[in-house]
């Protein structure tokens, strides 16, 4: 099995960068893509970031991801913090056919 | 519109057993990989289950996830253009938001969500 472990929060002020992570246990990081989603508060996901670093229709270039083989990790930065971005964050990943979510990130933008 | 429509969802007793449907509105449900993806009140998403297309090599093909296999089953019907869960022997872990989430054909992100259908399990 596949175990995404993201941090549980993280918090920094509009205007500036912020890298959330995705750690891969069982399994490395490259053996599938990483895909990143966005939960606004009382809102469906919405996709961020697909096939490791790829931005979805219409997501602004503030959003980036990328994978680390070093770390067994994937990244989400975000560059420019908008207020807006407040939300959680959830990588997502295949093995075997089935899906794993990571437990998600709560972002404060304060 | 295109859109994806859950129902099923209520008040459930321990033991009891629930079915969710979810009808695409607009769009045909038959070339892609369906998904059931759930959430507990303020908690993480958990990807449930998939059924495949009806067509292509990955036909029919289906997946569970850990914590319903052996007590769920999917299953898609082209007609009514809709695709069913249904989960037993449920539990207080089984409550949450459902959500019916249609998978792409070739980058295989999730690109359209209903919005959901709400689950409570409770004696």
């Known amino acids: ?110 | 519109e295109v859109q994806l429509v859950e129902s099923g969802g209520g008040l459930v007793k321990p033991g009891g057993s629930l079915r969710l449907s979810c009808r695409g509105t607009d769009f045909s449900l038959s070339p892609f990989t369906m998904n059931w993806v759930r959430q507990p009140p303020g908690k993480a998403l958990e990807w449930i289950s998939s059924v495949g297309p009806s067509v292509g090599s990955d036909s029919g093909e289906i997946f569970y996830g850990d914590s319903v296999r052996g007590r769920s089953s999917i299953s898609r019907d082209d007609g009514d253009n809709s695709v069913h869960l249904v989960l037993n022997n449920v539990t207080a872990e089984d409550t949450g938001l459902y959500f019916c989430v249609r998978r792409g054909r070739v980058t295989y992100y999730f690109n359209l969500w209903g919005r959901g259908t709400l689950v409570t399990v409770s004696s």
């Open chain 1, 1 to 110: 099995n596949v175990l995404l472990t993201q941090p549980h929060s993280v918090s920094e002020s509009p205007g500036k960068t912020v890298i959330i992570t995705c750690t891969r246990s069982g399994g490395s990081i490259g053996d599938s893509y990483v895909q990143w989603y966005q939960q606004r508060p009382g809102s469906v996901p919405t996709c961020l970031i697909y096939e490791n670093d790829e931005r979805f229709y219409g997501v602004p270039d503030r959003f980036s991801g990328s994978i680390d083989k070093s770390s067994n990790s994937a990244s989400l930065t975000i560059s420019g913090l908008k207020t807006e971005d407040e939300a959680a964050y959830f990588c997502l990943a295949y093995f075997k056919g089935r899906v794993f979510f990571g437990g998600g990130t709560h972002l404060t933008v304060l």
